[in-house]
């Protein structure tokens, strides 16, 4: 399949989009989109606007998925039908705006819009792609970060480039196949890192339950299945029985949770940098992103603080059902500050930090605690007092070394799988998106590209503005001013 170019092209007038094919008309979306404000139809299902995927329905018996509250009354709220643009005013910035596929209900804050003489599916393919969001990121303002205004004026007057109804048909039936070939490239790439992560849990839970004897054969690490005759009953331990030899002790009696800042002599760190971790900077594999460093004096009051060398776990689901966290063993400066989401412990002599971080990692402990958490679906928390009064089995240091030289040993060829396989998705996510923008402005001609049947492809990749993932961010349901 060979993409080319348009034969003659003309100047677009827009910096960032360059030439655009030389019959394709400029209009003003004032001339394309017609306002619609219905109401009073509380009976139709809630829908929401999200940057991933546009227009989504809503699942209000799910708790997880109802951040915003909503009213008793929804008379007031705006009816979209399905083959109408709906846009977050809010959000449009983000991209948090599409053509519905669903009859319902959204926010009486929002746009709903009809449209007049473009193809609905190549309207909702161009308008979410790369080449237009800049435009409503241009005609959105306001003073809150996050919370930018779109003012319909201003958006009235954005130019959209339209070919002919053929080639929006030809254009949205080609992005429709190619779209759906990246979604199960990239399924099948996901699916391998679910398993590969699974393989990696294996190797982990069986070592920090100590299923498994390692032995150092010549300078190279072995490991045997421990025999059930060496195991003795522990009935006070999450394990029922430990290996012989382990010490059950909690967690509380080996480590110092939540250390004061006070140790660091914060008068004479008023004025140095130091490593801020929000959450988004840890990873589930326990690798931290130490470019964000912000002056102690402005971090030290409200954070949680921490040092090299101290092991960092979130406490909120979903990151603590995940495991993220990490052993700070690399950490760029000698201490420093994150979310107050993390849950800061200091191992002591008596536990290896990167053995404790396996520990917590680990598909066992982690099991155990999703059982514990506490507060509303969608914002449970662990508690301290389950990790301190968590019942460990502790081999000796001796032991606890091998272990962890064995858990890196083995894991290391498996976590450069993964990340060679998140970097694959990474560059086909990346070339998902310059294709949607390079095809709807014309940079390539697929009129006569001959695409097989797609009517039973499975196209399951998000429509996401922006290539990495993350929690769909739902409408602030705001009064309509």
């Known amino acids: 399949m060979k993409l080319k170019p348009y034969p003659e092209y003309k100047d677009s007038g827009v910096e960032w989009l360059g030439k655009i094919p030389k019959h394709w008309e ?58 109408q643009f709906a846009m977050n005013k809010m959000k449009a910035w983000q991209g948090s705006y599409g053509i519905s596929k ?25 308008v979410r ?65 679910e398993l590969l992560k699974e393989q990696k849990q294996v190797i982990i839970n069986d070592a920090v339950t100590g299923k498994i004897v390692i032995k150092d054969e010549g300078g190279r690490l072995k490991a ?7 195991f003795i009953p522990h009935p006070s331990s999450f394990l029922q029985t430990v290996p012989e030899g382990w010490e059950v002790r909690p967690i509380k009696q080996i480590v110092f949770f939540n ?45 949680s603080y921490f040092k090299k060398g101290d092991v960092v776990i979130a406490k909120i689901t979903p ?33 290896d930090g990167r053995l404790l971080r396996f520990i917590l990692s680990s598909n066992w402990f982690l099991k155990i605690g999703e059982k514990y958490m506490m507060g509303s679906a969608g914002q449970k928390r662990i508690s301290s007092d ?4 968590f019942q460990l089995g502790i081999p000796s240091l001796e032991e606890q070394a091998q272990i962890v030289s064995y858990i890196e040993t083995k894991t290391a ?41 797609i009517a039973n492809i499975d196209a399951t990749i998000d429509e996401s503005i922006d290539e990495p993932e993350g929690e769909e961010e739902l409408e602030t349901a705001e009064a309509e001013e």
Request: a neutral charge; aromatic letters at 10%; one cysteine or more.
């Open 259 to 303: 250390p004061s800042k006070s140790e660091t002599g914060s008068s004479s760190k008023s004025s140095e940098n130091v490593v801020f971790l929000p959450m988004e900077n840890v990873s589930v594999d326990g690798r931290i992103n130490c470019s964000i460093k912000r002056p102690y004096k402005d971090v030290c009051n409200g954070f």
């Open 102 to 126: 669903f009859n319902g209900i959204v926010s009486p804050a929002y746009f709903v819009f009809d449209l007049k003489c473009i193809e609905p599916d190549f309207f909702h393919k161009a």
């Open 129 to 193: 792609s790369r080449a237009y969001v800049p435009f409503f990121t241009q005609a959105s303002d306001g003073v809150r970060v996050g919370q930018w205004d779109l003012s319909q004026t201003r958006m009235k007057e954005m130019p959209f480039f339209i070919p002919s109804s053929e080639e929006q048909l030809a254009i949205a039936r080609f992005l429709d196949y190619k779209t759906a070939q990246i979604a199960r490239f990239i399924k099948a790439k996901k699916r391998m890192i």
């Open 26 to 83: 400029m209009r003003k979306f004032r001339t394309i989109l017609t306002p619609i404000a219905e109401r009073n139809r509380p009976d139709l299902p809630l829908l929401s606007v999200v940057r991933e995927k546009g227009v989504i329905e809503r699942n209000i018996k799910d708790d997880s998925e109802n951040h915003n509250y909503i009213p008793d009354d929804l008379s007031h709220y705006k009816v979209v039908k399905s083959g």
């Open 413 to 453: 060829a498996l976590d450069q799988a993964i990340s060679r396989t998140e970097r694959e998705i990474a560059l086909m996510q990346e070339y998902r998106t310059r294709l949607i923008s390079d095809v709807v402005t014309g940079k390539i001609d697929v009129q006569n590209i001959e695409i097989p049947d």
């Open 386 to 389: 389950f990790i301190k009064n």
């Open 319 to 351: 990151c603590f059902e995940n495991g993220k966290g990490a052993y700070l063993d690399e950490l760029e400066t000698e201490c420093g500050f994150g979310t107050t989401e993390f849950i800061t412990i200091r191992p002591s002599s008596k536990i």
């Open 224 to 230: 045997e299945k421990r025999p059930d005759s060496s």
